[in-house]
């Protein structure tokens, strides 16, 4: 069984204007579709072919002889996380035992903003920045180029992709604004919740 592209959880315009149409159809439908294609291709053969995603991811991390198995694993799992981490109906404030978790973890939900900010501004080059629960509680995490949290024994809540392809057409090198927007109009904490 082959791994596919899964769609996305809405119309390719839908965030707009805050990520445009013509960078949600490049990085789905080419970035995204790339690392499916080279998974399926990578695994062809190996042990590892009629394993779930998780489980590939698992398996491979921190084996520097199936680096790019796990690299597209990851990456195929860090993207359909993403796009769920988005909504056309996002931004606003989370609720139920969220904001508690969030009011404990960083004092206040403009704090986490600031923080989760300043995390993927602080990511150098290529990355993701995250929200996770470690144990009930929440930190913030950022993973360099396609590493996941899925790795370290924490629950990933949300994430957002840092890779300048996530922002480039829309934002240029403007990493900070991008952020900036995904938290006050994008970020789905309804998923969120749901991971918790
Ligand atoms: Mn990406």
Request: aromatic share 12%; proline share 5%.
């Amino acid at each position: 069984m082959a791994f596919e592209l899964p769609s996305l959880p809405y119309d390719a315009a839908a965030l707009e204007p805050h990520v445009s149409a013509n960078t949600l159809g490049f990085h789905h439908g080419k970035h995204h579709n790339a690392y499916v294609t080279n998974l399926n291709n990578l695994i062809q053969g190996t042990p590892l072919v009629d394993q779930d995603l998780e489980t590939i991811i698992k398996t491979t991390a921190g084996d520097s002889a199936q680096a790019g198995i796990f690299n597209n694993a990851a990456q195929v799992w860090n993207h359909t996380f993403f796009w769920n981490s988005m909504s056309p109906n996002g931004g606003g404030a989370p609720s139920g035992d969220l904001v508690a978790k969030i009011d404990a973890a960083f004092g206040s939900l403009d704090a986490f903003k600031d923080a989760f900010k300043a995390a993927g501004i602080g990511q150098f080059g290529s990355g993701w920045v995250w929200l996770v629960s470690n144990n009930g509680n929440l930190e913030i995490a950022k993973t360099a180029n396609a590493e996941t949290p899925l790795t370290d024994g924490v629950t990933p809540l949300v994430t957002c992709d840092v890779w300048e392809h996530a922002y480039y057409l829309d934002y240029q090198n403007r990493r900070p604004d991008f952020l900036q927007s995904f938290l006050d109009n994008l970020i789905n904490w309804e998923f969120a919740a749901s991971n918790l």
